[in-house]
């Protein structure tokens, strides 16, 4: 069966970075894109970004430009998403899902919660 | 891009049916058959429930139903259960493989 397997949680301080992991299984990781969305406490989801998996094209939300790196590893079937200058109101709960462009997000991790604080 | 806009809560009785509208437009909503509704419970990941509009997963059950008009597309429940209450975010592809999702609605079963 298709799982997502995100890593632990994280704590980190301001102006730091964070390196979420996504390790795919039951499919072929390849064949799919991986989508980012994260969902502030309390709030909706955010669309964040996504990275093909079969070339390692990427295309990120206007807002996170220059702030959010999106990878790949074929190898391993895991996903990475890697958010720098880390603000307070990066405090969320990061998802990876399965899907990208038009096709539906049919998938999720169990979600990360990403805690900024001094 | 501001996010699509939804009923914050809606509400209804066992049994009966709701539907919760997601506006947008015509550069996402309206400009693409590829609006997927997504069901999360508290503290769960988000799940899959139509996709393409009017399209459902395997799994999901035919109480699930989706359409648009125009700009504006709906997600009904019909025959709705306890198990129901959730929160339900519809999300729209924008071109140039973005995507939108909307503010999120509260389902609250009376």
């Known amino acids: 069966q298709v799982q997502l397997v995100q890593s632990g949680a994280e704590v980190k301080k301001p102006g730091a970075s964070v390196k979420v992991s996504c390790e795919a299984s039951?499919?072929?990781?390849?064949?799919?894109?991986i989508s980012w969305v994260r969902q502030a406490p309390g709030q909706g989801l955010e669309w964040m970004g996504w990275?093909?998996?079969?070339?390692?094209?990427?295309n990120y939300a206007q807002r996170l430009q220059g702030k959010v790196t999106m990878t790949a590893d074929t190898s391993t079937s895991t996903a990475y998403m890697e958010l720098r200058s880390l603000r307070s109101d990066d405090t969320a709960v990061y998802y990876c899902a399965r899907g990208y462009g038009w096709y539906p997000l049919d998938y999720w991790g169990q979600g990360t919660l990403v805690t900024v604080s001094s | 891009q501001s996010a699509l806009t939804q009923p914050r809560s809606v509400s209804g009785s066992p049994g009966q049916s709701v539907t919760i509208s997601c506006t947008g437009t015509s550069s996402d909503v309206g400009g693409y058959n590829y609006v997927s509704w997504y069901q999360q419970h508290p503290g769960k990941a988000p799940k899959l429930i139509i996709y393409d509009v009017t399209k459902r997963p395997s799994g999901v059950p035919d109480r699930f139903s989706g359409s648009k008009s125009g700009n504006t597309a709906s997600l009904t429940i019909s025959g709705l259960q306890a198990e129901h209450e959730a929160d339900y975010y519809c999300?729209?592809?924008?071109?140039?493989?973005?995507?939108?999702f909307g503010g999120g609605t509260k389902l609250t079963v009376l």
């Open positions: 990275i093909s998996t079969y070339n390692g094209n990427t």
């Open positions: 999300c729209s592809y924008t071109g140039t493989y973005t995507l939108m």
């Open positions: 039951g499919y072929i990781f390849t064949s799919y894109g």
